[in-house]
């Protein structure tokens, strides 16, 4: 398989439900909770795909971040790992890092990072919203 057939899917958070069939009916002022504590009481995370981009154009772009930096090295993870997660304790380094490194970027990596930093901006408006991102190789 050749990089070109990878993808790499950034994923937002776009709702949570709750599997009513775990909770039993008098507990149901324990739903709010249960969102809280997550997959232990049945809550499933529903992911949207926000962006996406080709694997070897994914790499290209984050080479563009500095080398041994933290927010690279975050990055870099969707190839370590397969898959990343991006919390609020990630959003300023990230943007930063994206926003000083715009100018060694081609259009399409300044578009792709436009898009991470408004994916990053709504989980500092709702810390709630995490982002998942995967690496699909097929």
């Not at 370590?80 to 991006?86: A, L, P």
């Not at 715009?102 to 901006?121: D, K, Y």
């Amino acid at each position: 398989m050749t990089d070109s057939q990878g993808q790499v899917v950034f994923y937002s958070l776009s709702r949570k439900f709750v599997q009513e069939k775990k909770a039993p009916p008098k507990a149901q002022e324990v739903i709010y909770y249960s969102l809280a504590i997550g997959h232990h009481l049945g809550v499933i995370d529903c992911l949207e795909a926000k962006l996406s981009c080709p694997l070897a154009g994914f790499r290209a772009w984050i080479a563009q971040l500095p080398a041994g930096s933290t927010a690279r090295r975050k990055l870099e993870g969707v190839d370590r790992f397969g898959e990343i997660c991006i919390d609020n304790s990630h959003t300023h380094l990230l943007a930063t890092a994206l926003s000083h490194a715009a100018p060694r970027m081609n259009t399409e990596q300044q578009s792709w990072s436009q898009q991470l930093i408004a994916l990053l901006q709504s989980i500092e408006n709702e810390p709630a919203i995490y982002l998942m991102v995967r690496r699909h190789d097929d």
